[in-house]
């Protein structure tokens, strides 16, 4: 019997119809276009502007999206893996709203955080659960309304993040595509340069934390510039060499989409070439757990069975890593 892997055999995606312009932001904070475009990349983000409607809303809709393009019996699905930063609320687990309104009541589910690493680290943990040949269709989502951790008073955060969500299936391969290496790394180093201070057990919610706007994301946008670009470079270069990939076996890279500075660095430490290099950050901005599901999704048609993927991203606390994954069918 062939070694089983896991493979992506379906992609799906959402973002929101509103869209979040720079020239939006030059009347909302002391900014403009040309500063954002040059340092980020970024042109214009998805905003989900229903108050009442959360981070389960954008991963509803990418599974939707998911299954009407396959004709999926989500009754099929044994697991959904939800990678979200903006859970709908504590305790009760967002994936498993996700699970039951997508119609899969034969799934169990639960949120994984990992900043902007935390798709890779649930597709990571979708695979295992394939290989050890208990579960046949895990659901693994990654989906983000960063805009209700955002403050929009902030110049240094509200230009970089937007609302959105992007899933996958993940099934048994025995022909040998699918998920190949991996290299997942953390360190707390990066604790206090990414943070959202209040909310926690640690810093719980109170007038005070309210009225310093404690429970919005903050960064130290220099020292996460300096740790991504080596770190994400670091282990995309690493899985190459450790797998006897060159930059001519590499056919795409799909990075975080998080500054174009430096998706350009990792792709020029790995030596790929530009048009390998897949983006959409000019559209979406950051989405956080979203954006390597979402590059799938818009760039689905370009991928044929048997090309080699480079996954690579970088988030706060600090995680980071790399996947490589063999591509398993022609869309």
């Known amino acids: 019997m062939n070694k089983i892997t896991a493979a992506i055999t379906a992609v799906g995606g959402y973002v929101p119809e509103d869209v979040l312009t720079n020239k939006m ?10 500063w954002i475009t040059t340092r980020t990349g970024i042109k214009e983000r998805r905003i989900l502007k229903d108050p009442n409607k959360g981070t389960s809303y954008l991963g509803i809709q990418a599974a939707k999206d998911l299954i009407n393009k396959t004709g999926l019996d989500p009754k099929e699905i044994d697991m959904v893996i939800l990678a979200t930063a903006t859970p709908d609320m504590p305790v009760a687990a967002t994936g498993v ?26 597709m990571s943990t979708g695979a295992a659960y394939i290989e050890s040949g ?3 269709k895990v659901l693994v989502i990654g989906a983000d309304k960063m805009s209700s951790i955002i403050d929009y008073t902030d110049r240094t955060t509200c230009i970089i993040f937007g609302d959105g969500a992007g899933a996958v299936l993940m099934e048994p391969n025995e022909e040998g595509y699918g998920l190949q290496d991996e290299i997942l790394r953390s360190d707390s180093i990066g604790r206090d340069s990414l943070r959202i201070e209040a909310g926690g057990s640690l810093l719980p919610p109170s007038e005070e934390t309210i009225a310093k ?31 006897h990939l060159t930059n001519q076996d590499v056919d795409w890279l799909i990075a975080h989409q998080a500054n ?28 956080t757990s979203a954006t390597l599901p979402l590059l799938l999704s818009d760039y689905e048609k370009k991928f044929k069975k048997g090309d080699n993927l480079i996954f ?7 995680t980071w890593g790399a996947t490589y994954l063999k591509w398993a069918y022609n869309s």
Request: charge should be neutral; proline fraction near 0%; include cysteine.
């Open 213 to 243: 706007k404690l429970h919005y994301v903050k960064q130290d946008g220099k020292t996460v510039f300096k740790y991504a670009v080596s770190n994400m470079s670091g282990v995309s270069a690493q899985i190459m060499e450790r797998n």
């Open 97 to 122: 709203h996700v699970a039951s309104e997508i119609g899969a009541i034969n799934a169990f589910s639960y949120d994984l955080q990992a900043a902007c690493s935390g798709f890779l680290y649930a």
């Open 25 to 34: 932001l030059e009347e909302m904070v002391e900014t403009n276009d040309e």
């Open 312 to 318: 690579a991203s970088f988030g706060g606390g600090f």
């Open 134 to 136: 208990r579960y046949k």
């Open 260 to 287: 174009k500075r430096i998706i350009g660095a990792t792709a020029n430490r790995m030596g790929v070439e530009d048009e390998k290099v897949l983006m959409n950050i000019e559209r979406y901005g950051n989405t």
